[in-house]
């Protein structure tokens, strides 16, 4: 990946790229810490970080020069301004969406090379998957699907969304994820229309749809997958929107391919609501690339400019919200082939009734 950034700085003069954002400071170093930057040139490889550290750092970044920014100068700033003045370029990129507006001023306050903002080079690197990280995603979607089998057993009348909420990443964890969860939804009844609801203390009841959307990290890659159910039976109107929202999922997932423009797909996930009462209650962002970050880039919906390429994988997510009712997700992770797409998550799409 270093050769893929070389090329790309070569190709547009650029002398080098400073690094900030974590999951790009991952993809290009191997580092799994926190709290350090990159500085690459086309001859050297700086890696700037603090004391707690630099041991890690050493291990899992043999090729860069370390930098321990306490040792180096009294501010992380004037580690930077230094190790970038030790090379004899002109200018650099940094990530515009990305450095603080601290570090920033360092870049740009008397440094002898020019600051330039370059957006989305690494994450257009990252929404190519390689062999290696497609083995990932597709572990870490196994392991939210076991995680879904064991959760499934614990919903019943009388237990809180958050007991559940808990139980879910504990799972994921024995079911060999990295240790750190990242933000699962589960949450019941009519606050299923809460797109990003948070979970609470409020207790499932007979009749509550449970909307779980989930994943973990493994490695680093992250899963993400949603499944609803019913407490007890379901009524002719949880029936008849779950039965709209899989075929919603259906349609757009059958148009995953490499060369398909992402609004073909979303425009086949509405194709089973258009005609209806509930298409007002869609949503329109109905997917996400996802690796290393949650949501990257493509973007899937009315507006996007993306072409689904092989290798991306992508999340598939149409849902249907019904403020003060309740709402249906149903979201799968699909890795794009040249033919058609693989679905990385498994767990059942059918109506489960608990
Ligand atoms: N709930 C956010 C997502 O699945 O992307
Ligand atoms: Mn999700
Ligand atoms: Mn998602």
Redesign the pocket.
Known sequence: MIEKLISYLNENKIGGFFIARPQNVRYMSGYTGEDSYLFITDTEKFFITDPRYTEQAQQECPDFTIVNWREHGKTLSDAIKSTIEKTSIKNFGFEGDFVTYNIYKELTFENKAEAVALNGIIENFRSIKTPEEIHNLRAACQIADRAFERIIKDIRVGVTEKELASNLSHYMVMEGADTKPYGNILISGKRTSLLHGIPSNKTIEYGDFVLMDYGCGYKGYLS?MTRTVVVGKATDKQKEVYALEKKMLEDSTAMMKAGTHATDVYNASVKAIKDTEYFKYHYNGIG?GIGLFVHEIPFMGPRSNEILKENNVI?I?PGIYIPDWGGVRI?DQVLITSDGNEVLTSSVRDLIEL
């Open positions: 993400d996400h999340t997510e979201e």
